[in-house]
């Protein structure tokens, strides 16, 4: 399908390993993005048409030649403004942040949440210290989109939430999930506190089980760092701590598969399973 004739006016072929747009996009898909405002870079057909599903305004796509069959395929979704930059496989390669690239990226402009998106009658939370696997952090945004959370708070010292790799682990619930990051967990706690969260702290012994528990009003997970687990000051301070009872050859789960339990106890105990 042909974009709009507005929209091939902003077509550019790029040759030059320095274009602008080629450090642009190299840097978002490397590492986090510098502020709040930075554009996300999201590569690969399937996020780029997760971010345009999810309503997101891409300021540029950048395409090689044989992902040029990628473009038809969006079709609609793409806005008749978009900035389209095409490629050479090899630059495209020299940008992307995956060892086998599709020959598609995007820079989106990301979601801006506010502490009241996360919050509500029925706020069931995930609050993550020390999760330093972008990873783990994707794949724990993705199963609190999947079974009903409310949104995530990624405390300073966490992989940004925002970041390349966690975007792709992700797949796409990074977009639409209410979204919250770089708080100091104290601070967190406190305002979870005030708005009237029940917080429970995950931890590997002395916790109750997630089915001794009740996770039906509105509530807090908080899930640690995968060698340490969370700071004794944070355990200390919360409600409650659960821990998931393990085969005694296993000392514990890492952070995404611990908070998807806890989180799908919860949608259970909410009726949200069919």
Same mark, same amino acid.
């Given at each position: ?11 550019? $072929?790029?040759?030059? $390993? ?58 609609? $979704? =793409? ?30 402009? &990301? ?6 998106? =996360? ?27 999947? =079974? ?36 100091? &967990? ?89």
């Amino acid at each position: 399908m042909p974009l709009p004739a507005n929209a091939r006016a902003k077509n550019e $072929r790029i040759e030059s $390993r320095e274009n602008r747009w080629l450090k642009r996009f190299r840097a978002a898909l490397e590492g986090p993005p510098p502020n709040d405002r930075a554009p996300l870079g999201v590569e690969g057909p399937r996020l780029v048409d997760e971010a345009l599903r999810s309503g997101l305004t891409p300021e540029a796509v950048l395409v090689s030649d044989s992902g040029e069959r990628h473009v038809a395929r969006l079709g609609r $979704r =793409l806005p008749p403004s978009l900035r389209l930059l095409r490629t050479s496989n090899r630059l495209f390669a020299s940008v992307a942040g995956t060892e086998t690239p599709q020959g598609i990226a995007a820079l989106i402009e &990301p979601p801006h949440w506010r502490l009241a998106d =996360l919050l509500g009658s029925a706020a069931l939370v995930v609050v993550l210290v020390g999760v330093q696997d972008p990873g783990n952090v994707g794949t724990i945004v993705r199963a609190a989109e999947a =079974l009903g959370a409310s949104g995530l708070f990624s405390c300073v010292g966490s992989a940004h939430p925002f970041g390349a790799k966690a975007v792709r682990a992700s797949a796409g619930s990074i977009f639409r999930l209410p979204v919250l990051a770089g708080s100091p &967990p104290l601070d967190v706690l406190a305002e979870l506190r005030r708005r009237g969260l029940f917080q429970f702290a995950a931890v590997a012994s002395e916790g109750r089980s997630p089915v001794e528990l009740k996770f039906s009003s509105p509530c807090a997970f908080w899930i640690g760092s995968e060698g340490s687990g969370l700071p004794g000051d944070v355990v200390r301070s919360t409600d409650a701590s659960v821990r998931i009872p393990l085969r005694a050859t296993v000392d514990s789960l890492n952070a995404a598969t611990a908070a998807s339990v806890l989180l799908y106890e919860a949608a259970r105990q909410r009726g949200r399973l069919v």
